[in-house]
């Protein structure tokens, strides 16, 4: 039985994932929070005609005690969202302090659980959670997963419109480092198959890998961020955990995990020069978690080399914002 939650069900990302989640047959039972409209969302949802046992709470009444108790994954978009002109850490003052609140639940409530956080800016949230849930004392990096699943849908869709290829499912593209504008790194010379870029499309393809979230953030113009993409890619990488937790093999999909505490992450972290205690790398997903985390980097081309070394500049500031505001309030 594997029961999942949702905090920050009721928002743009938090409806169309519970949604994916209710119809998938990997979610016994769904239970989705949020300060505002969760209720509702799950009426709505609980008259579809599929198992999973759907709830809603709000925070009054203990509503994350009940939402999260014998909860097995745990998906957090909760938090607001960029408008035109912002960037993901200036989402930091707000979210900061809703991610550690939500994070001490999971330590009290389900401290065993998967925990995948979508909210922004994930380069610092995800350093939140940790040290929130060490300073718990129930702190297991093979099951903190910060999701960077959006970059890599991102970056398949893109290089398929310029390689001209028809299904972009055929292509896979590892993307590693953090998930906010420079510090995303397409490893384009290590795609499955490989692709051929043309050198004068080159720089402009990692730019909207890289970039990409501002189309939306544009377009929505003041409406909020990426919705319905996130949603898939978030249910995309829960149902990668899930799948690998009921023993399906050969799983992998890259997210920004805490290095020194999963298997494979100290070479890793050797392997981007031993600062940096973060970083999105793939993943082999086993039955707890993590099984390992794999060195994506070891034959990168000199353009790659280059946009790593400005990626590993802007994480090691957001982690340690991360890092701080934990600290501080601890
Ligand atoms: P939204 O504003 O539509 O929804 C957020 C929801 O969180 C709202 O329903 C709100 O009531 C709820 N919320 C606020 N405080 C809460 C609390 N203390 N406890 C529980 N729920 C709370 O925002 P949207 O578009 O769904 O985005 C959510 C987050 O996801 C943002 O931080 C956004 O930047 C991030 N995001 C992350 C992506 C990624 O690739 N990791 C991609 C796109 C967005």
Redesign the pocket.
Known sequence: MVKAAV??A?????QPLSLLLKISPLVDELSL????NSPGVAADLSHIATPAETKGFL?ADDGLEKALTGCDIVVI??????KPGMT?QD?FTI?AG?VR??IQGVAKFCPKAYVLI???P?NSTVPIAVETLKEAGVFDAKKVFG??T?DVVRASTFTAAVTGEVDPRKITIPVVGG?SGETIVPLLSAATPAVSIPEDKYAALIKRIQFG?DEVVQAKAGA????LS?AY?GFRFAEAVLKAHKGEKNIVEPAFVYLPGVPGGQEVQAAIGGQLEYFAVPIELGTEGVAKATNPIPNVTEAEKKLLEVAYTGLADNIKNGIAFAQEKA
């Open positions: 905090l920050g009721a928002g743009g990302i938090g929070y949020d300060v505002v925070a978009p909760a938090g607001i969202p960029r993901r989402l979210n809703i609140t939500l979508i909210s922004n994930v999701v960077t959006l998930h979230g909020g961020s990426a919705t996130m890619a």
